[in-house]
């Protein structure tokens, strides 16, 4: 976001009614919070007495020779300050219980709804931006149940409740005071929302400069392969230089605001002591009286002064809300968790595309699949070729549902994929993909990825058939052998088997494979491709090869060009055909 739309953004109407959705969240909770609220109603009411009874002990001082009245006093102010320190420890206790249980249930629902959000969504975003979703904006809410809000009531009442109180005393004195103080506020407010403003942006800055930081480290080799370590530190001190320029101009306005504020403060203090002097002269009023007068005002004025603070804090705590409550505003895809198939629901593997053409939707120009026409048979073996770019990985991409097509459409044994319900689809078929993603966790745990309740035995069994647990059994820890964040310690090979280990595992109906054998030696490509023909029996396998070896026995050949198929057959008919695919194996065979 530039530093100008931060600026600008206002407080609006539909914002604040987007922010009231917040209120489900609290919703369960919310007569523990009302006790909480009540708690802080007593300790801020004990708070506002407080000034009241020591006016009242002075007097009594005053007149002399009242002993028991002043002992009597003196209890009734021990008696609030016990009342106001219990209501305190069960306002704050009611309030943070409150604010973490709400935090829970909101962060359940905000990664259950982004982790359900369609590919297209995820194309335009950042994952350090959508991480702080879910972690930053989310405390600010935290901060916001548990003392903000409390201290925002806190300052209403003790304004409201004070004003009162000094006006029982003296109207005359009160209005008095009420001349000056209003001057404070209106400047005070304007501070704040200056200091709001920049509270935001640096807010914003921040979240940037983590975003650097986070996806410098995420790729952490390239960084250092391309020695471009100094390309990050100097990418990285531009934005920490943003964050302290604008955190001095911040701190400027905040010094300049508490000198205004002590100018105010004392200012005010000074002209209420002098005209109470003046009242008191006349006989107006009585020595506690004003001595309780004063310190309403200070305990007033510093309220105020308090309150832009608190303003600034509302008004980060309701920008975070509304960028949270952004992605609730997003469709997620129909997922659901499946228990067992219907009959009706298992795919027999016959797959059609139909005059199928595509654009990714952040490049909505470019045309990647152009009027795909396909007839795949149940359990037949289809191999994918063609130029890198050409459009492979997207159609098997489109197979799996991830984006829609723009123009025509995929069936499954004849049935159309959009009535075919979403999870249905998925769960059988399964795909070794490109770029294989481990997750940090044990290698049995990666392999249980493709069936999470699988027994140990059917793990094993899956790892034998991905030709894995050969070199997995060499493991001091076998199964249990740590892959780190992004299995690092594996060699590519290796991660590989272990990926179709997983899609072994899952047992799917159409198996995917996008260039499976590409990363491997020799070696290992003969047995991973020994893996994969006891994997293809009796399903519908879909293989992206570059290795032309790898699919000469494949029942259909698909060559595709710039999006296009420009040649189908089998081995034997395409290299009769003297076209793209005889070209390709020649290359390769002269290689
Ligand atoms: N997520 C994406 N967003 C936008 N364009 C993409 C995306 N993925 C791939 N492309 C583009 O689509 C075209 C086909 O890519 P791809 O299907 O990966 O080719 P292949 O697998 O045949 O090498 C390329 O021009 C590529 O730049
Ligand atoms: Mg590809």
């Known amino acids: 976001m530039a530093d100008d739309d931060i600026l600008k953004r206002k407080i609006t109407l539909p914002g604040l009614r987007r922010l ?31 000034p009241k009874l020591l006016g009242e002990l002075v007097d009594y001082g005053n007149k002399s020779g009242l002993g028991a009245e002043i002992n009597r006093i003196a209890l009734i102010l021990i008696l609030v300050l016990i009342a106001q320190s219990v209501f305190s420890y069960f306002r704050i206790f009611l309030f943070v219980r409150v604010a973490e249980k709400t935090l829970a249930d909101l962060r359940q629902s905000a990664f259950n709804h982004l982790i359900r959000l369609p590919m297209k969504f995820f194309q335009h975003r950042r994952v350090g931006e959508l991480n702080s ?124 605001f508490s000198s205004f504020i002590i100018l105010g403060l004392f200012g005010a203090m000074v002209a209420v002591i002098w005209k109470g002097s003046t009242l008191l002269a006349t006989g107006e009023i009585a020595t506690g009286e004003l001595f309780s ?80 026409e396909v007839e795949i048979k149940p359990d037949s073996l289809v191999a994918l070729v063609g130029p890198s770019g050409a459009g492979k990985s ?25 009535v075919i319900p979403l999870s249905v689809l998925r769960s059988q078929m399964a795909i070794v993909p490109q770029d294989i993603f481990l997750f940090g966790g044990t290698i ?36 249990e052998t740590l ?16 990926a179709i280990a997983r899609a072994v595992l899952k047992n799917p109906k159409i198996l995917i494979l996008d260039e499976a054998t590409s990363s491997l030696d020799s070696e290992s490509e003969r047995l991973v491709q020994d893996a994969l023909e006891k994997l293809m029996k009796g399903r519908t396998s879909i293989v992206i ?36 695919y005889r070209n390709l194996s020649e290359l390769q065979f002269a290689g």
């Open 133 to 256: 979703r879910i972690s930053s904006d989310i405390t600010l809410l935290q901060d916001a149940l548990t003392t903000t809000l409390a201290e925002f009531i806190r300052q209403i009442i003790i304004i409201v409740g004070g004003i009162s109180l000094m006006m029982v005393t003296s109207l005359k004195l009160t209005l008095f005071m009420l001349m000056i103080l209003p001057v404070i506020m209106i400047l005070a407010g304007i501070f704040g929302r200056y200091i709001r403003k920049l509270s935001k942006l640096a807010q914003a800055q921040v979240a940037d400069s983590n975003t650097i930081v986070e996806e410098t480290l995420q790729g952490i080799q390239s960084v250092k392969a391309f020695t471009n370590e100094f390309f990050e530190m100097a990418r990285y001190r531009v934005k920490t230089m943003d964050i302290a320029q604008t955190g001095i101009r911040n701190g400027k306005l905040r010094g300049a």
């Open 394 to 418: 997207t159609m098997v991409a489109l197979l799996l549902r991830l984006y829609e097509p723009t123009m025509g459409r995929i069936l499954f044994d004849g049935t159309d994929n959009q």
């Open 545 to 580: 090869a570059h290795r032309l070896s790898t699919i000469r026995q494949a029942d259909q050949i698909l060559v595709l060009d710039h999006g296009r198929i420009v040649e189908q057959g089998t081995h034997e008919e395409l290299l009769k055909d003297n076209g793209l």
């Open 20 to 50: 009231f959705k917040l209120y489900h969240y609290i919703k369960p909770y919310r007569w523990e919070y009302g006790l909480g609220l009540i708690f802080l109603l007593g300790s801020s009411g004990a708070s506002l007495i407080f």
């Open 293 to 372: 007068f004063v310190i309403y005002t200070v305990f007033i004025g510093g309220t105020i002064g308090g309150m832009a603070d608190v303003f600034a804090r509302v008004q980060k705590f309701i920008g975070a809300t509304e960028d949270l409550l952004e992605i609730f505003n997003e469709v997620p895809e129909p997922v659901e968790e499946l228990k067992n198939l219907l009959p009706e629901q298992i795919l027999h593997g016959g797959i059609r595309f139909e005059q199928l053409s595509f654009s990714y939707p952040t490049r909505s120009d470019f045309q990647v699949l152009n009027n795909i």
């Open 444 to 479: 049995r745990e990666n392999i249980a990825y493709g069936k999470t309740d699988a027994s140990d035995t059917l793990i094993e069994e899956a790892a034998q058939k991905a030709n894995a647990w050969e070199f997995i059994s060499k493991f001091p820890e076998g199964l």
């Open 483 to 498: 892959v780190g964040e992004r299995g690092t310690q594996l060699s590519g090979g290796q991660r590989q088997r272990i």
